[in-house]
T-cell receptor, first 113, second 111 residues
Framework: EAGVAQSPRYKIIEKRQSVAFWCNPI?????LYWYQQILGQGPKLLIQ????????DSQLPKDRFSAERLKGVDSTLKIQPAKLEDSAVYLC???????????FGPGTRLTVL | GEDVEQSLFLSVREGDSSVINCTYT??????LYWYKQEPGAGLQLLTY???NMDMKQDQRLTVLLNKKDKHLSLRIADTQTGDSAIYFC???????????WGLGTSLAVNP
């Protein structure tokens, strides 16, 4: 069974630029999560999708972050414009349904200069 | 709000047992998880325990849950250098079953 795929693996941008991350969850998984993991901290949930609907985006900085999962499969997370404090690893996870165990992708390491 | 706490560092000798501890605040938590993160890698689910259990064993891993004290531990028997990683405790909380994460315990295994 293929795992959660993410791209790119690494991205370096300057502040005020835009960036987008892509995630392909495990086939058949209805729930998709985006997390931000700052160095030395645990993951922080940014947004959770159930199929193509948003379940929880309470910690998503909506003035600069956006995410979509239009067909209920792949998802993209965008930051526009980026700030220095956005430097982190962005992790995508999926689960069969809400409350089931989450499987994580390798993450995208973002550096904002 | 809900909180999960872990000690930040643990150092053991190869072949010894490692015990990583975690405390949490939400008494209604149903599932409690241990994840492993190796350098530059994503999070790998190691094991989990349901709240009506007090122990779960899976090969070299033993999870102990003390619901009264809201304390969870992960014991790794015969620790190997390949076990060096950061171990995260994560607890389901709230009606929406969101995962609340600890800061992670960095395990160093010395030859």
């Amino acid at each position: 069974e293929a795992g959660v795929a993410q791209s790119p693996r690494y991205k370096i941008i300057e502040k005020r630029q835009s960036v987008a991350f892509w995630c392909n969850p495990i086939s058949g998984h209805a729930t998709l999560y985006w997390y931000q993991q700052i160095l030395g901290q645990g993951p922080k949930l940014l947004i959770q999708f159930q199929n193509n609907g948003v379940v929880d985006d309470s910690q998503l900085p909506k003035d600069r972050f956006s995410a979509e999962r239009l067909k209920g499969v792949d998802s993209t997370l965008k930051i526009q414009p980026a700030k220095l404090e956005d430097s982190a690893v962005y992790l995508c996870a999926s689960s069969f349904s809400e409350g089931h165990e989450q499987f994580f992708g390798p993450g995208t390491r973002l550096t904002v200069l | 709000g809900e909180d999960v706490e872990q000690s930040l560092f643990l150092s053991v000798r190869e072949g010894d047992s490692s015990v990583i501890n975690c405390t949490y605040t939400d008494s209604s938590s149903t599932y409690l998880y241990w994840y492993k993160q190796e350098p530059g890698a994503g999070l790998q689910l190691l094991t989990y325990i349901f709240s009506n259990m007090d122990m779960k064993q899976d090969q070299r891993l033993t999870v102990l849950l003390n619901k009264k004290d809201k304390h969870l531990s992960l014991r790794i028997a015969d620790t190997q250098t390949g076990d060096s990683a950061i171990y995260f405790c994560a607890v389901e909380a709230g009606n929406n079953r969101k995962l609340i994460w600890g800061l992670g315990t960095s395990l160093a295994v010395n030859p």
